[in-house]
C-alpha cells in the first residue's frame, strides 16, 4: 500500500507502479482494462502518467510515440481517468 503521509519515508502510488512493472503492463494491455487515479493535482497525475507511458515503452515494447498514443486512447475510451482536486 502507498503512504505520504503520517510517516518519514513516503510511499506513492507511482513507486508502487515502478515496481510491479509487468502486472502493470499486463492489466493496461487488456482491452477490458479501466484506471482511476484520484488525489491531490499537484504532481500525482503527472508522474502516474509518466509511469504509464515508461511501462508501456518498456514492458509493452511501444515507441514513445506509440505509447502517447496508448493513453490518450484510453482518456478518449475513459478507461484512464483521473480524480484530482
Known sequence: ??????QEHK????????VQRAKLWDTLSKPNSYI????P??????AIRRVLKEVAITEGQLTAEHADILLKRL???HRFQCETW
Open 36 to 39: 482511476f487515479i484520484a488525489g
Open 41 to 46: 493535482s499537484n504532481q500525482a497525475p503527472k
Open 75 to 77: 482518456e478518449a475510451e
Open 11 to 18: 510511499v506513492y502510488v507511482q513507486h508502487l507502479m515502478e
Open 1 to 6: 500500500m502507498a503512504f505520504s503521509r503520517d
